[in-house]
């Protein structure tokens, strides 16, 4: 495993995360992504992080298989279908698990992601 390019992925993935959570500042409800222009807009782009957040869990993955299933705490599984769900089926994307997966999973995620980083710094 590169841990180098295991750190890069994650720093990428929570750069994603603090996007999001930026964006969801003006969202209350998962119906306020439907209910304007402007929201339909923030669905999108958080959508695109969504993906960038599933591509960057599936190279992380794919660096090393036995890395994420130590931190069972994320359905890791679930990101990366995530990212399939938008990158081929996005007509598909539900906004309420959207705006569900914004609000309650990401902290966990941003958790256990800080925990991959203090584990492979450790690794030297």
């Known amino acids: 495993m590169s841990k180098e390019i295991v750190a890069e992925k994650i720093d990428l993935i ?3 995360i603090s996007i999001i959570h930026e964006r969801m500042n ?3 409800s998962a119906d306020q992504f439907v209910s304007s ?5 923030l669905l999108d782009s958080i959508a695109i992080r969504l993906q960038i957040i599933g591509e960057q869990t599936k190279g992380i ?3 090393d298989k036995l890395l994420l299933p130590k931190f069972p705490g994320v359905e890791w599984n679930k990101i990366m279908r995530l990212r399939d769900l938008i990158s081929h089926h996005y007509e ?3 906004y309420e698990i959207v705006f569900q997966v914004c609000k309650n999973e990401l902290p966990r995620l941003t958790i256990e ?3 991959i980083k203090l584990e ?3 690794i030297e």
């Open 14 to 16: 929570l750069e994603s």
């Open 26 to 28: 003006t969202i209350n």
């Open 37 to 41: 222009p402007f929201g339909i807009m």
């Open 61 to 63: 993955d794919k660096l």
């Open 92 to 94: 598909d994307i539900d």
């Open 113 to 115: 992601l800080q925990k």
């Open 120 to 122: 492979i710094q450790e």
